[in-house]
């Protein structure tokens, strides 16, 4: 089963929107026999590829046992269901980590393999644990009708993401810099806003890891600030802007430059937060990772719809600056945003904090 779930984490900037699962599958006598991990989204998934693999190999599959990540799905998706193909090969015993959330799967796929007589068990604990958050978005997605919202800051001991002038290249490390980058490559979409756009012209791409996917770059830009020359455009990952109030000359403009325009205003003629995670749920997306300024990680946190926070802390002090949120004052500690810690790492000469609303977290 670890060898699925290292399996599974290769996955990942593959499947979208599909989970990331592993498999392997072992012969009666204790030999390996095969591997593999799911494709992009309507090519083959694990079990499959396992079995390819073992076929490749020359070795039967017939009595074998399938170590898989998630329960093997039981609906024709964008491809047949797989609990039927490890049926038709002869499995005689699959180990399961996660029960796959999927209402049109769960349970399903283990009744219809019980049904056939195979046996069915469950990995430990601990697998079903590093399952569930190889795919916390795609659960959070079928538990909770939303995706998961990681929101990332990078800054100084005293919470200052930029100096008063707005220089903020560079506060945390190199280490901490590439680590950010595997976690964008998680995401689905990358998430920023014009004010982001604006001062630091980003490109918003994954760079420094291999990835067969880049994600989605979503620019907040109520009234289409954003110039067509911004480095945006240079990426080649799609790119949709939100906007409240679209000129139609810059809405041409952008869209010239191969970018999508979503309308989407709320009664204060700014991007409705709500009907966009709507939006995003409905296209599918899983984890959304925020990298955005004060004024809009202010905006998402008292909307509630960040689940997570990925800070990056780098040991220094540098005074007056700008802050991680413009949350404005608070008159009592029950109006704070609370979090609770998840993990805490060191990063190069930096610290990754990663923390948590309680009681949001997708369930095993």
Partial sequence: ?????ALAGAAVGLTEPNPRVGCVLVAPDGRWIGEGHTQAAGSAHAEVMAMRDAQAQGHPV?????YVTLEPCSHHGRTPPCCDALVAAGVAR??????DPNPAVSGRGIARLRAAGIQVDFADVAAAEASRELNIGFLSRMQRGRPWVRMKIAASL?????????ASQWITGEAARHDGHAWRKRASALLTGS?????????????G???ARQPWRIVLDSHLATPARARLFEATAP???????????RRQALQDRGAEILTCPNADKQVNLDALMVELTRREMNEIHVEAGARLNAALLQAGWVDELLIYQAPMLVGAGRGMAALGPSTALAQAQRFAFHRVDRIGDDLRLLLRRPATTPAV
């Fill in 158 to 166: 005293d919470g200052r993401t930029a100096l008063d002038n707005g």
């Fill in 94 to 99: 699959v180990v399961v980590a996660l029960v």
């Fill in 239 to 249: 790119l949709l802007f939100v906007t409240a109030e679209p000129d139609a000359e």
């Fill in 62 to 66: 017939s009595g074998a046992t399938a």
């Fill in 209 to 211: 890891h291999t990835i």
């Fill in 195 to 207: 004010g982001t756009v604006l001062a630091d012209d980003p490109r918003l791409d994954v760079r």
């Fill in 1 to 5: 089963m670890q060898r699925a779930l």
